[in-house]
């Protein structure tokens, strides 16, 4: 997947996790918070505590330069193993697609951010419905910051919502969700070998390990929190 980069109109904040807490309350009361959930067992140890979480306006002031306060903020808590590259990881503008589950009957729009290295990337997912959350309402080309954290460090940049990343995600859309027909697409025998196959593997199985997809990408879609109405 190819990603877009704003290196002259968005740059990388970098705090440590210790200075970050001590500005902002709303970050420490979260991640406590999360501490607390209980897990999945069948999550891939590197990957259970990876999170998105959705933050109303303001939320994370203390945090964003003074341009962006009053902004909605999408924050993304990865293993500490990722620590090294967030602030590239951070700038990228999120690649839009369309993921079918493996019983081929759901078909759902997904945006993500590529982190780790060449050698073993790894595809962070996030679903439309869940940002569409943060860019609801934006007007030619706002930016939506984003916070991510792993290991000791807290980076914030963000990506560019313009006309042509809303057009990507209208064009998606247009072919998931309740638009999906797959008897349009694949035939009885099709669709009966990949119930067979989702008996086997679950429907959603990125949302339980890191998943090879029949391309070779390997993608993981981490839970989705909504602190909005505790603001």
Known sequence: MTHVYYPSTITATVFSREDALHRCSGLAFILKDLSTRTSH???????????????????????LPLEWEGKKVLTMLLPSEHEATLEEVVLQEPDTF?????????NGTYHCWEVGSVAERKSIMLTHGALRTLIDGRGGEEIVPVIMIAGAKVVVGGFLVDDIFLGNAQAAGSSSGQNWRPIRVYGDEELAVAASEAKRLGNFPWRECLFRLRDGEQCFEPRVFDYRDDV
């Open 98 to 106: 369309n993921l079918t589950s493996t019983d081929l009957q759901h």
């Open 41 to 63: 067992g069948n999550v891939d140890v590197s990957l259970e505590r990876s999170s998105c979480i959705l933050t109303s306006c303001g939320f994370f002031d203390s945090l």
